[in-house]
């Protein structure tokens, strides 16, 4: 007779050369068995502990008892595991992105509308761009080389072709040159003395003035006009 047994069977819980034949298939302790129909117990498979070894691009999965196989990365047209470089483009993308969305130049909101555009200027106004409007429009060194020292490109009024336009003659405010207007010249700084003498009775209007040592006061006349600053 044989071990206790959980069967899977025709009517019987016990195999003999008698019933072998009633039973077709049973597992004890040890396994799935099988009994021919003289009664012989053949093993069918057993127990065994599985486990896993991943790698970049595959994932191989090992068994204690039987043979080992290899689960490949998936591609395009059959499935498989995630490769590490597959991970790391899905990580990459942000979270809500959708590859469906069309940038729109002129969109002011919504996932069409493109941030921090650059200034393009005027050329980004055409429908079209040909080789004359990129000569008129675009600074290069070559042209920048052909300038006058100390000039802007450009014109003091009117339309027309841009000209050198040299500094000094760039125009300036009205409140810049009513300012510059009340400032003395240079070379009249020295010889020029404020002298109001309204309301004062008997004083006498300075209009000169300069510097000088004792010895040189000493010989000359003063006037009453001029303003004598003794030095040394």
């Not at 069967?7 to 003999?16: A, F, H, L």
């Amino acid at each position: 007779m044989q071990p206790p047994v959980i069967s899977i069977k025709k009517n019987t819980n016990t195999v003999t050369a008698s019933t072998a034949g009633e039973l077709d298939l049973f597992a004890d302790n040890d396994g799935l068995k099988t009994v021919d129909e003289s009664g012989n117990i053949t093993s069918v498979g057993g127990t065994t502990n599985l486990s896993n070894t991943p790698s970049a691009t595959q994932v191989v999965i090992e068994s204690s008892s039987g043979s080992d196989t290899t689960l490949a990365a998936a591609i395009s047209s059959l499935a498989g595991v995630m490769s590490a470089a597959d991970k790391t483009k899905l990580d990459g993308i942000q979270s809500g992105a959708e590859a469906n969305v069309n940038a729109d130049w002129n969109a002011l909101s919504g996932d069409a509308q493109i941030l921090n555009k650059p200034n393009l200027g005027v050329l980004a106004l055409l429908d079209q761009v040909d080789t004359a409007q990129i000569v008129n429009h675009a600074v290069t060194n070559q042209e920048l080389a052909t300038m006058n020292a100390n000039t802007v490109k450009g014109r003091l009024s009117g339309n027309g072709t841009a000209q050198d336009v040299a500094m000094s003659s760039l125009p300036i405010s009205t409140a810049t040159q009513t300012a510059l207007d009340l400032k003395l010249e240079a070379s009249d700084i020295a010889n020029k003395v404020s002298s109001d003498t309204t309301g004062v009775t008997g004083a006498d209007q300075i209009t000169n003035m300069f510097s000088l040592t004792q010895a040189e006061y000493d010989l000359i006349t003063p006037d009453s006009e001029t303003f004598y600053l003794i030095v040394g």
